[in-house]
Protein backbone atom coordinates (compact mmCIF):
# COMPACT_ATOMS: atom_id res chain seq x y z
CA UNK A 1 0.00 0.00 0.00
CA UNK A 2 0.91 3.86 -0.28
CA UNK A 3 3.18 5.08 2.22
CA UNK A 4 3.57 8.64 2.50
CA UNK A 5 6.80 10.17 4.62
CA UNK A 6 7.60 13.27 5.68
CA UNK A 7 10.72 13.61 6.50
CA UNK A 8 10.96 15.65 9.64
CA UNK A 9 8.57 15.49 11.90
CA UNK A 10 9.48 19.13 13.10
CA UNK A 11 11.30 22.22 11.68
CA UNK A 12 12.91 25.51 13.32
CA UNK A 13 13.52 28.19 11.36
CA UNK A 14 14.22 32.10 11.96
CA UNK A 15 12.16 34.55 10.86
CA UNK A 16 12.19 35.73 7.19
CA UNK A 17 14.31 32.56 6.03
CA UNK A 18 12.70 30.32 3.37
CA UNK A 19 11.10 26.63 5.17
CA UNK A 20 11.37 23.76 2.95
CA UNK A 21 8.93 20.81 3.87
CA UNK A 22 9.28 17.19 1.85
CA UNK A 23 6.57 14.82 1.21
CA UNK A 24 7.62 11.68 -0.26
CA UNK A 25 5.30 8.76 -1.30
CA UNK A 26 6.91 5.13 -2.36
CA UNK A 27 4.44 4.08 -4.59
CA UNK A 28 2.45 4.90 -8.32
CA UNK A 29 2.10 8.50 -8.41
CA UNK A 30 -1.30 10.07 -7.60
CA UNK A 31 -3.31 12.05 -9.73
CA UNK A 32 -3.23 15.12 -7.36
CA UNK A 33 -1.14 16.46 -4.21
CA UNK A 34 -2.92 18.62 -1.71
CA UNK A 35 -1.13 20.45 0.99
CA UNK A 36 -2.90 21.48 4.13
CA UNK A 37 -1.88 23.19 7.52
CA UNK A 38 -3.16 22.52 11.03
CA UNK A 39 -3.36 24.68 13.81
CA UNK A 40 -3.22 22.97 17.30
CA UNK A 41 -6.91 22.41 17.94
CA UNK A 42 -8.46 22.78 14.86
CA UNK A 43 -8.93 20.86 11.88
CA UNK A 44 -6.92 20.70 8.66
CA UNK A 45 -7.26 24.20 6.59
CA UNK A 46 -6.72 23.17 2.19
CA UNK A 47 -3.30 25.63 1.20
CA UNK A 48 -2.57 24.20 -1.94
CA UNK A 49 -3.28 21.33 -4.80
CA UNK A 50 -0.76 20.40 -7.39
CA UNK A 51 -1.58 17.85 -10.44
CA UNK A 52 0.78 14.97 -11.64
CA UNK A 53 0.97 17.12 -15.00
CA UNK A 54 1.81 20.23 -13.05
CA UNK A 55 5.33 21.08 -11.95
CA UNK A 56 5.29 23.90 -9.67
CA UNK A 57 2.13 25.73 -7.95
CA UNK A 58 2.51 29.18 -6.15
CA UNK A 59 0.35 31.34 -4.08
CA UNK A 60 1.67 34.62 -2.91
CA UNK A 61 4.62 33.40 -0.32
CA UNK A 62 3.89 29.50 -0.93
CA UNK A 63 5.39 27.27 -3.38
CA UNK A 64 4.96 23.57 -4.01
CA UNK A 65 6.86 21.59 -6.33
CA UNK A 66 5.76 17.97 -7.68
CA UNK A 67 8.63 15.70 -9.04
CA UNK A 68 7.11 12.05 -10.12
CA UNK A 69 10.31 10.66 -10.86
CA UNK A 70 11.58 11.39 -7.31
CA UNK A 71 8.25 10.29 -6.32
CA UNK A 72 8.33 13.58 -3.87
CA UNK A 73 6.66 16.97 -2.94
CA UNK A 74 8.57 20.09 -1.81
CA UNK A 75 6.19 22.44 0.32
CA UNK A 76 7.96 26.24 0.49
CA UNK A 77 7.15 29.28 2.84
CA UNK A 78 9.45 32.22 1.75
CA UNK A 79 9.65 34.99 3.94
CA UNK A 80 8.31 32.90 6.90
CA UNK A 81 6.82 34.55 9.63
CA UNK A 82 5.87 33.33 13.53
CA UNK A 83 2.05 33.33 11.94
CA UNK A 84 3.35 30.47 9.63
CA UNK A 85 4.14 27.57 13.09
CA UNK A 86 1.87 25.15 12.48
CA UNK A 87 1.73 21.35 11.43
CA UNK A 88 1.55 21.03 7.89
CA UNK A 89 0.15 17.59 6.36
CA UNK A 90 0.39 16.20 2.53
CA UNK A 91 -1.87 14.15 1.28
CA UNK A 92 -2.04 11.66 -1.75
CA UNK A 93 -5.27 10.88 -4.20
CA UNK A 94 -4.08 7.81 -5.96
CA UNK A 95 -7.91 7.08 -7.86
CA UNK A 96 -8.93 10.87 -8.97
CA UNK A 97 -11.98 10.36 -6.71
CA UNK A 98 -10.38 12.09 -3.68
CA UNK A 99 -9.37 9.63 -1.39
CA UNK A 100 -7.14 11.07 0.95
CA UNK A 101 -4.12 9.16 2.35
CA UNK A 102 -2.30 12.09 4.92
CA UNK A 103 1.45 12.30 5.66
CA UNK A 104 2.21 12.42 9.45
CA UNK A 105 3.10 16.15 9.09
CA UNK A 106 5.51 18.57 9.73
CA UNK A 107 5.31 20.42 12.49
CA UNK A 108 7.03 23.72 11.63
CA UNK A 109 8.16 26.57 14.55
CA UNK A 110 9.23 30.05 12.68
CA UNK A 111 11.63 31.87 15.66
CA UNK A 112 11.07 35.02 16.05
CA UNK B 1 -20.77 31.38 9.07
CA UNK B 2 -19.41 28.03 10.12
CA UNK B 3 -18.99 26.02 6.66
CA UNK B 4 -18.61 22.60 8.36
CA UNK B 5 -19.43 21.81 11.94
CA UNK B 6 -19.43 19.46 14.46
CA UNK B 7 -20.91 18.19 17.92
CA UNK B 8 -20.69 17.73 20.45
CA UNK B 9 -16.53 19.48 20.19
CA UNK B 10 -15.89 17.00 23.48
CA UNK B 11 -17.23 13.68 24.27
CA UNK B 12 -16.44 11.80 27.63
CA UNK B 13 -17.76 8.78 27.97
CA UNK B 14 -17.07 4.64 29.61
CA UNK B 15 -15.97 1.87 27.68
CA UNK B 16 -19.50 0.27 26.08
CA UNK B 17 -21.02 2.70 25.81
CA UNK B 18 -23.18 4.04 22.38
CA UNK B 19 -22.10 7.33 21.03
CA UNK B 20 -23.31 9.50 18.12
CA UNK B 21 -21.16 12.99 16.94
CA UNK B 22 -23.08 15.08 14.21
CA UNK B 23 -21.82 16.89 11.13
CA UNK B 24 -23.12 18.92 8.81
CA UNK B 25 -22.51 21.31 5.84
CA UNK B 26 -23.16 24.49 4.32
CA UNK B 27 -21.20 24.54 1.46
CA UNK B 28 -23.44 22.66 -0.93
CA UNK B 29 -20.87 19.59 -1.43
CA UNK B 30 -21.64 16.02 -2.78
CA UNK B 31 -19.54 13.91 -0.52
CA UNK B 32 -18.70 14.10 3.29
CA UNK B 33 -16.40 12.25 5.29
CA UNK B 34 -15.22 10.91 8.74
CA UNK B 35 -11.60 11.05 9.62
CA UNK B 36 -9.31 9.54 12.74
CA UNK B 37 -6.64 11.31 14.43
CA UNK B 38 -5.09 9.46 16.80
CA UNK B 39 -2.91 10.46 19.89
CA UNK B 40 0.23 10.61 17.29
CA UNK B 41 -1.41 13.28 15.12
CA UNK B 42 -1.84 10.56 12.53
CA UNK B 43 -5.07 11.49 10.13
CA UNK B 44 -6.86 8.55 8.54
CA UNK B 45 -9.98 8.15 6.81
CA UNK B 46 -13.14 5.95 7.81
CA UNK B 47 -15.50 6.57 5.66
CA UNK B 48 -16.99 9.26 2.71
CA UNK B 49 -20.48 9.42 1.42
CA UNK B 50 -21.40 10.56 -2.19
CA UNK B 51 -24.93 11.14 -2.89
CA UNK B 52 -25.92 9.28 0.11
CA UNK B 53 -23.72 6.49 -1.04
CA UNK B 54 -21.06 4.90 1.07
CA UNK B 55 -18.19 5.21 -1.52
CA UNK B 56 -15.02 4.79 0.55
CA UNK B 57 -15.14 1.47 4.11
CA UNK B 58 -11.42 1.37 5.20
CA UNK B 59 -10.87 -1.25 7.57
CA UNK B 60 -12.45 0.23 10.46
CA UNK B 61 -14.45 -2.12 12.99
CA UNK B 62 -18.55 -2.41 11.88
CA UNK B 63 -19.44 -0.77 15.58
CA UNK B 64 -18.68 2.40 13.21
CA UNK B 65 -20.99 3.19 11.31
CA UNK B 66 -21.92 6.10 9.29
CA UNK B 67 -25.11 7.71 8.63
CA UNK B 68 -26.70 10.39 5.80
CA UNK B 69 -30.09 11.77 6.74
CA UNK B 70 -29.57 13.87 3.58
CA UNK B 71 -26.33 15.57 1.22
CA UNK B 72 -25.61 18.17 4.26
CA UNK B 73 -25.48 15.51 7.24
CA UNK B 74 -22.92 12.90 7.96
CA UNK B 75 -23.06 11.62 11.45
CA UNK B 76 -21.01 8.62 12.90
CA UNK B 77 -21.99 6.26 15.31
CA UNK B 78 -19.76 4.00 17.60
CA UNK B 79 -21.55 1.03 19.45
CA UNK B 80 -19.93 -0.80 22.34
CA UNK B 81 -16.96 2.30 22.54
CA UNK B 82 -13.32 0.79 23.44
CA UNK B 83 -10.31 2.15 25.16
CA UNK B 84 -8.85 2.53 21.57
CA UNK B 85 -11.88 4.62 20.28
CA UNK B 86 -10.46 7.70 21.89
CA UNK B 87 -8.81 9.97 19.13
CA UNK B 88 -9.88 13.39 17.45
CA UNK B 89 -13.01 12.90 14.79
CA UNK B 90 -12.64 15.11 12.08
CA UNK B 91 -15.47 15.56 9.06
CA UNK B 92 -14.96 16.99 6.03
CA UNK B 93 -16.65 17.62 3.15
CA UNK B 94 -15.81 18.39 -1.01
CA UNK B 95 -16.92 18.56 -4.27
CA UNK B 96 -16.09 15.81 -5.90
CA UNK B 97 -11.89 15.84 -7.05
CA UNK B 98 -11.84 18.84 -5.46
CA UNK B 99 -10.21 20.05 -1.82
CA UNK B 100 -11.47 18.73 0.98
CA UNK B 101 -13.20 21.57 4.25
CA UNK B 102 -12.66 20.07 7.63
CA UNK B 103 -14.50 20.30 10.62
CA UNK B 104 -13.32 21.76 14.08
CA UNK B 105 -13.28 17.97 15.69
CA UNK B 106 -14.69 16.25 18.18
CA UNK B 107 -12.11 14.85 20.64
CA UNK B 108 -13.66 11.55 22.00
CA UNK B 109 -12.20 10.48 25.53
CA UNK B 110 -13.12 6.79 26.24
CA UNK B 111 -12.88 6.06 30.17
Known amino acids: SQKIEQNSEALNIQEGKTATLTCNYT??????LQWYRQDPGRGPVFLLLIRENEKEKRKERLKVTFDTTLKQSLFHITASQPADSATYLC???????????FGTGTRLTVIP | DTAVSQTPKYLVTQMGNDKSIKCEQNLGHDTMYWYKQDSKKFLKIMFSYNNKELIINETVPNRFSPKSPDKAHLNLHINSLELGDSAVYFCASSRQEDTQYFGPGTRLTVL
Open chain 1, 91 to 101: ALDQTGANNLF
Open chain 1, 27 to 32: NYSPAY
